[in-house]
């Protein structure tokens, strides 16, 4: 494998290789002939519909399959063509599906991704299993997997080859692969798009969307051609869904990335034709618990398959719990069939709506930032109708409240809320909903003392009595109350304000810390409601007298858009510590900053520093790609930028000015090309204090 190959994502890689298959072609001297001309499928469309131009004979999609968005396992994103991946792991997920409950959730479909056939076909043209994953082959898998009441998935490449180059694509074998899949009891295909010899999308798609309905045996149908010719446009009658998007990683940014392409998609979704933005990353380590919590909200919100991509055989108990909430699931699942609309988007903060067969609106509040932010709208924005009261049933606490039609929460970084929101009748039979927040929680130097005022606001129709707060810090932290912590009765639409005083342990060391606002209130019901809200906090402290390294300091927050800040290295790919010695134009440096675009590191200078500096440059380990631009940020204002930069320039000097600054901003910019090798080195950065 090319040394630069693991920087590329998997669709990158897809494009490359189609784009090499197809200049063989050309370079051969071969035509683009429709598929079925090239190769002579041995199990064809019959004579009267030759297999180019079947797709004017079929019945148009949807036929009943896919009603709600498909929902089961798929083990790409936790094996790809690992040894993990064989008989024993998939009857292992379908005997798990059973025995925890997801079966019951609604979980159905057991699906195989590459590499499951030999690389070659037999003398007749088939396709064979491969003989050390699948010893007793597809049929058997079928089999025991149907013997659950479940379904069996598989996978294939509408080009020569499949993705991994692992075994044959069913480009000109669409008639006689669908054949084979249909005798071994599959259910469900997903169809891939790699070394498809530059055919034409719909052509490719089409052809095999008649090869399975000439099977007679139903079986859903996924293109996974990445979003690349728009099939939301054309694809309803062809497929039962369709990728909107590259590959989903297991990383933050790329999860809200992928968020972003395909909520705008929301008019082409609905039963038997579906969105599809790539498979569940949940569970398999690179985000945390709260961001999968938010990466299975919006997917659900959405509208989208729930295609669980963990090995569940080693999953944790918070990972089921995720996969496994029914009740948003039930969002997901729900009949009516609509996908979220985005009604709000500014600074980070997300509202979305959908619709349920019920009347009822599911609405999320999701936080991108990094930080805990007021996410807030009303019953009325959210599409529902004029109530005296509506019921509020938080789906991640599985708690009700009501609102007089306010929806408004402190949002902890990363976190999505997702609430089933119903005018009621009974509203006054359920506690009112409280919110609670802060206002930004500034870094507190060590040794020094801060001010935080929380906030406390009854958002029902009825008091909130014996309302009480509490803020807590770490061990040995000094937090006292300058106000009243309390009130006998906090009337609708009314708040309480309490103002506090926060002091670090003296010797706490740099670093993100955590406080627990909670409070604790009773309905005029009798009804005891706790809720506790965590506040990051950072504790700071100045660079020392003299020069230092940024790599050698404790940055306040970092953010990157593939993998993690690296200090002393390259960014490398989505793990830490996997990167390279910091290298640009040639040159090797030995400290720095490996980043890559979009990404931001913000620093505490305490007013204490006079200068920044740094060597800046694209990574040479994207072999010549990429093309950046770097920012430094005083306070809030720009004083240093470097201009366009691509893998092919040298290292660039940017030094700035940031004399009486309490933060430092360190910027990577993608330049509007996407974000694909964009590695950019804060080689040699340096402050002066």
Partial sequence: MHPHTPLIPRRARRRVVAALSAAFLCTAGMTALPAAARTGDTGAAPATTP???AASAAPRLPDGLARTPPMGFNNWNSTHCGADFNEAMIK?????????????????????DDCWAQKDRDANGKLVPDTTRFPNGIKAVADYVHSKGLKLGIYTSAGTTTCARAMPGALGHEYSDARQFADWGVDYLKYDNCNNQGVDAKQRYTTMRDALKATGRPIVYSICEWGENKPWEWAADVGHLWRTTGDIGDVWDSAVGIFKENAPLAKYAGPGHWNDPDMLEVGNGGMTDTEYRSHFSLWSMMAAPLLIGTDLRKASRATYDILGNREVIGLDQDPLGKQAEVLKSDGGRWVLSKPLADGDRAVALFNESDRPQRIATTAKEAGLPQASGYRLRDLWKHEDTHTAGEIAATVPAHGTLVYRVSPDRRWAHYPPAVETGADGIEPIEVGAE???????????????????????????????PVTSTGSPALPPDKE?????????L???????????????YRSARGQQVTQTLPLPVFAVQAPPAGTSYASDLTWITATNGYGPVERDMSVGGPRAGDGTPLRIGGVTYPKGLGAHAPSEITYYTGNKCSAFSAQVGVDDETGDQGSVSFEVWADGQRVAESGKLTGKDPAKAVSASVAGARTVRLVVQDVGDGYQYDHGDWADAKFSC
């Fill in 92 to 112: 292992g997920i379908a005997d798990l599906f059973v025995e925890k409950g997801l079966k019951a959730a609604g979980y159905e479909y057991v699906n195989l």
């Fill in 506 to 520: 003296a010797g706490t060391k740099p670093g993100a810390y955590e406080l627990a606002l909670t409070t604790d």
């Fill in 51 to 53: 297999a180019g131009t």
């Fill in 496 to 504: 309480l304000v309490t103002a506090w005083k926060i002091a670090p």
């Fill in 450 to 480: 801060a001010r935080v005022a929380t906030l406390t606001r009854n958002l029902g129709r009825t008091p909130a009595f014996d309302v009480k707060v509490s803020l807590k810090g770490p061990q040995g932290w000094r937090v006292e």
